[in-house]
Structures are given as structure tokens and as C-alpha cells.
T-cell receptor, first 116, second 113 residues
Framework: DTGVSQNPRHKITKRGQNVTFRCDPI?????LYWYRQTLGQGPEFLTY????????KSRLLSDRFSAERPKGSFSTLEIQRTEQGDSAMYLC??????????????FGNGTRLTVT | GESVGLHLPTLSVQEGDNSIINCAYS??????FIWYKQESGKGPQFIID?????DKRQGQRVTVLLNKTVKHLSLQIAATQPGDSAVYFC????????????FGKGTLLTVNP
């Protein structure tokens, strides 16, 4: 499978604990995105990388959230001191270099986080 | 604020019929529009996209129509099949160097055999 890979698929954690998710993009894609999706809603943008540079962060990304892409390949999203409101599906997407219309975002199947 | 929305939250069709899913957008500066299909437990799957300088684009069994005058986007699915049952999202992008997509709420399409 050469699509976007996300691990773990599911994570259950207790409030206050830290969690980390991993995303492996499609190999030739240099852009990587994190989105969050709650039940019944569309995905919401969190952050975007081009290679290893984090170029944009949403206001949704509080200081408890940090994303990295150290070598411009895989990325990690860490949430510290989790809260129940963090429960959601965390989606990773990647795209090729180029203009919008030649490089649509391709999403992984997400990591579903449940904070108890 | 600016937003992307959907006219109908649910749509039920018979297998073999054509489906039309509608989407309204309010940001006249949006340059790019895209439709995704999301099945239960999976991430959004790219279907088709269109730039703002076009009014129609066709793919395999799907057509996207863009009406900039009324800020309306639609997805037409020909000969709908049970495998088309999913939630469909439209999303808009501002274009240029900003790669942030804004998604609508989604329409649940159910195809009855």
C-alpha cells in the first residue's frame, strides 16, 4: 500500500496523559498536513509542512499541541496533558510539489483519539 | 466568517439513478474546489477538483459544476452504485501559496439496492 499511513489507528488515553501520533506520507510528496475531525463535521486544518519546515499553524493548535517533521519525511503530532475535548479523529494528508490543481491532498485513515 | 456549507445533510437514491450533491460557498476569493468521499472509519478519498476559472470538469462517472455567480458547487454521480454510499465533503482552497483547505459539513449519500 503506497498511500498515507497513520499509526496507531486508535488510541484511548486518560485525561492528562501525553499522546503521540505518527504519519508516513506518500513517498514522493513533500507537503504534509494535519487535520482534526470531530463526529459529524468536516476536517479542520491544524498545520502544514513543506519538507521539514512548518509553514502554517491554525489557532486550533494550542500550546499543548506540537507537530514535527524532522527529516522531511514522516511526521509526529504530540498532544500534551490531553483533555476530553481533544477526542477526535486526527487525519494526516500529503501532496506533491506544485500548484493546487495538480497536487490534491491525499489523506490517511486517521488516528482516532478517545480521552477518558 | 467565511464558510463552506452544504444544502442537504442526507440524500437517499436508488441504485442506478444519478445523484446530485450540492455545496454553497461564501468566499469569493476561493480559487480551488475539491470533493472528497469518506466511508465509515476511513479518511477522505479524493474524487475530483476544479479551479475557479472552469465551470465544469468530468471524471469517471462524476462531474463537478461550479457556478461562481451564485457561489455554488455540485457533484453529480452517474449510475449511482451501493459502493458510492458515503459522506461527501466539498472543500475550498484560497489558491496561491496558501494550502489550507476549508471543508463543509458533509452530505450522507445512501444508495438503496
Amino acid at each position: 500500500d503506497t498511500g498515507v499511513s497513520q499509526n496507531p489507528r486508535h488510541k484511548i488515553t486518560k485525561r492528562g496523559q501525553n499522546v503521540t501520533f505518527r504519519c508516513d506520507p506518500i513517498s514522493e510528496h513533500n507537503r504534509l498536513y494535519w487535520y482534526r475531525q470531530t463526529l459529524g463535521q468536516g476536517p479542520e486544518f491544524l498545520t502544514y509542512f513543506q519538507n521539514e519546515a512548518q509553514l502554517e499553524k491554525s489557532r486550533l493548535l494550542s500550546d499543548r499541541f506540537s507537530a514535527e517533521r524532522p527529516k522531511g519525511s514522516f511526521s509526529t503530532l504530540e498532544i500534551q496533558r490531553t483533555e476530553q475535548g481533544d477526542s477526535a479523529m486526527y487525519l494526516c494528508a500529503s501532496s506533491q510539489t506544485g500548484t493546487w490543481y495538480n497536487s490534491p491532498l491525499h489523506f490517511g485513515n486517521g488516528t482516532r483519539l478517545t480521552v477518558t | 466568517g467565511e464558510s463552506v456549507g452544504l444544502h442537504l445533510p442526507t440524500l437517499s437514491v436508488q441504485e442506478g439513478d444519478n445523484s446530485i450533491i450540492n455545496c454553497a460557498y461564501s468566499n469569493s476569493a476561493s480559487d480551488y474546489f475539491i470533493w472528497y468521499k469518506q466511508e465509515s472509519g476511513k479518511g477522505p478519498q479524493f474524487i475530483i477538483d476544479i479551479r475557479s476559472n472552469m465551470d465544469k470538469r468530468q471524471g469517471q462517472r462524476v462531474t463537478v459544476l461550479l457556478n461562481k455567480t451564485v457561489k455554488h458547487l455540485s457533484l453529480q454521480i452517474a449510475a449511482t452504485q451501493p459502493g458510492d454510499s458515503a459522506v461527501y465533503f466539498c472543500a475550498e482552497g484560497p489558491g496561491g501559496s496558501n494550502y489550507k483547505l476549508t471543508f463543509g459539513k458533509g452530505t450522507l449519500l445512501t444508495v438503496n439496492p
